[in-house]
């Protein structure tokens, strides 16, 4: 297998039909701040297919996922809800609204919480293998495993290729983010890569060193398992805690407060709680030469990373080994972060040579940037060759998802708007239409049956 044939790959999530403001984030400064606003669903989407675009143009490999069927009706019902859709969604919008808003939630759209996965280059077998997170923390994402393990399975289909290992048991105690907490450093993508897990708690130690704001919502031995699952050794394998401080300042996962790629670990001052330790653990495991990249709190505080999305950035590989920063346009709002961008992280001895401003407000509003918005799965090229249906794009499935979406989506969307049945409606009209245009087959409950 050639190095070279080996690339990473930014599935993104699209941004979903009912993308809403209802602040149902717990720990999430920018969901629970804009609770409540109009949101524009198709301004939403097409802000995501315009930031795949143009990684699409600049060379970079680039896939798309489906969003998840809201409103989840089956969940109503299973909560007692009963009669037509109709009538279940205007009881619950009289008798548990906060519920209606979680069954309609859009979260789905960061697929960054979609799931871990390991390359083959790294797996035991030598498939890639794929792990759903339960993602239990939440009422609204907990609905999302199911039909992301539908998903995942679809279009990473040959057993060949690809294994898939079940969801984590959905308990507190195995408490599993996906990929927001995980971060593969290496050398080439096609070498041999340790993974970083990061947890904000463990389990069973009795409390100690946990957050005391906002909870931790992935565990030290959620990520055991996984690991476990994709058959990672201990040489392979470094866990490091998330600083608890950095949790109750709003960094509800590690990718608000780190980034990395290839051997660049980009990182602020309060990410982890033992950080001379974890850097040297990475050190003493990776085959390449670690280059970390750490921004102090002297330059950029918690409230502007927090607020700028800094560390929830894209950061891409380019063929002549320099790397490319994709930030959220925020990061320009914010004075200090802007300064450190230009006169420290792109003036560095690190190979991040340029930034790129992306416009994602939409989702930011909700707490979520373009790291957010992306699952990276590193594939050989006769991996990409065994993907099933129409997923990585390109000019004509960019076309044809843009005019998808201006056909589908609504371009406002208020919260007393979830409980209109004719939303529901034009849900089920446009996946249908969706899983037919990626050539996924029934990954829907409403497909199934």
Known sequence: MSLNSIREVNFDGLVGL???????????????????????????????????KSLMDAGYAQGVLPPQQRPDLGALRDLGFTGSDREMLARAAKQAPQLLRAVCSAS??????????????????????????????????YLEPKTTGRVLQAIFRDEQH?????????TPAFSDEGAANHTRLCGEYGEPGVHLFVYGRQAFSGGRNEPKRYPARQTLEASQAV?????????QTVFAQQ?????????????????????????HEMAFLDEERTLDELRAKMSTPLIPVRVPVAAVSMEDAVASYLFNSQLL???????????????????????????????GNNPIGE??????????????????????VVLSEAERAALTGRVLLNEALYSDL????????????????????????????????LTQLLNIGSVYPFQQG
């Open 402 to 433: 843009t005019a998808w979406v201006n056909r589908h989506y609504r371009d406002r969307l208020a919260t007393d708007d979830l409980a209109d049945p004719q939303l529901a409606t034009e849900v089920l009209t446009a996946l249908d239409e």
């Open 108 to 141: 789905s759209m960061w697929t960054a919480n979609a799931g871990t996965i390991t390359p083959s280059v790294d797996a035991p077998d030598g498939r890639v293998h794929f792990t759903p997170a339960n993602l239990q923390s939440s009422f609204h994402r």
């Open 355 to 376: 930034v790129i401003v992306k416009d994602v407000k939409q989702s930011m509003r909700n707490g979520g940037g373009p790291a957010c918005l992306r699952l990276r």
């Open 317 to 347: 590989s380019n063929p002549d080994g320099t790397m490319t920063l994709v930030v959220p346009s925020e990061c320009q709002e914010r004075e200090a972060v802007w300064n450190t961008i230009q006169n420290f992280i792109l003036a």
């Open 18 to 52: 009912t993308h809403n403001y209802s602040g149902l984030a717990h720990g999430n400064v920018a969901s629970m701040s804009h609770g409540g606003l109009v949101s524009n669903p198709k301004e939403g989407a097409l802000q995501g297919l315009a930031k795949m």
């Open 162 to 170: 690809f294994a898939h290992h079940p969801v984590l048991p959905a």
């Open 227 to 235: 690991a476990r699952q994709h058959g990672l050794s201990d040489a």
């Open 243 to 267: 600083h608890p401080e950095a949790i109750d300042a709003g960094v509800f996962h590690n990718d608000v407060i780190a980034v990395g790629n290839g051997p660049v670990l980009l990182y």
